[in-house]
């Protein structure tokens, strides 16, 4: 257990120092939570239009949207570069060298991650509630449930690129190739009700999409999308074992 403790202390320090990845997945999605903010407001839309949410406003639902981008950045940006660059420098060679369990190490690098994808939608969070006024429909225990397996689903898939990617730089192209249609198209930082029809039919397939429209249902109070959960648990489980079959230590 200290052992796991003190790499989880090592993971965010080292996280910390990294000043790209600590803007692009923290501040990052808050900035944009804020200029969207001031842009449209979060005044709720009356019934009849395109916009209406049933008494929400546009921060209410781009807030869980801009926690999926979290999550995206955290397991597509984060986990591929850190985890392959470990690797060509003999890093995880070493770790594995040691008396520590190879697992013990895994277990501290998904927490860490998770625990900072956390942060990001808590800080989303709070600059929705201190700037706009923040309304939540949902329960914090089942929006949390939907949160974690968006966030495993991901992490899921984020160690599958990095155990494919022979360097750092590939796990990079990678991680951004994958991230960032994902990003424009999937309604996590511009709605899908702006889009063409035809890029709306695209951004339905598109594994985000399904985050974003799991926790928005979740955050305005609405039952569970169970195609969208349904989809993550099979992404977690079909990424979680490739991952192990595939995990490279040098």
Do not use: C
């Not at 929400?56 to 850190?82: C, H, K, N, R």
């Not at 995880?92 to 013990?104: D, I, N, S, V």
């Not at 329960?139 to 966030?151: D, E, N, Q, T």
């Amino acid at each position: 257990m200290r052992s796991f403790v003190k790499l989880v202390t090592v993971q965010f320090k080292l996280f910390l120092r990294e000043p790209a990845a600590f803007f692009f997945t923290l501040v990052f999605p808050a900035l944009l939570l804020t200029l969207f903010g001031i842009i449209w407001g979060n005044e709720p839309e009356p019934p009849g239009s395109p916009f209406y949410m049933g008494g929400f406003g546009y921060v209410d639902s781009e807030v869980p949207a801009l926690a999926a981008l979290v999550i995206g950045t955290t397991a597509l940006m984060g986990i591929p570069i850190a985890t392959a660059n470990a690797r060509e420098q003999r890093i995880l060679r070493r770790y594995k060298a040691t008396p520590m369990r190879p697992a013990t190490y895994l277990a501290a690098d998904v927490v860490t991650h998770l625990a900072i994808a956390l942060v990001g939608m808590v800080l989303l969070v709070v600059v929705g509630k201190l700037a706009f006024d923040l309304r939540f429909g949902g329960r914090a225990p089942v929006l949390l449930a939907g949160f974690l397996l968006s966030a495993l689903a991901f992490i899921a898939v984020g160690y599958l690129i990095a155990s494919l990617a022979p360097t750092g730089r590939v796990a990079q192209v990678a991680g951004q190739v994958i991230y960032f249609p994902m990003m424009f198209l999937s309604g996590a930082a511009i709605p899908l009700q702006f889009m063409p029809e035809n890029v709306r039919q695209v951004a339905e397939v598109l594994p985000m999409t399904v985050v974003v429209r799991l926790l928005q249902d979740l955050w305005f109070g609405r039952e569970w999308y169970w195609p969208a959960a349904l989809l993550l648990a099979g992404l977690l489980v079909v990424g979680t074992a490739l991952s192990v079959r595939t995990f490279r230590w040098e």
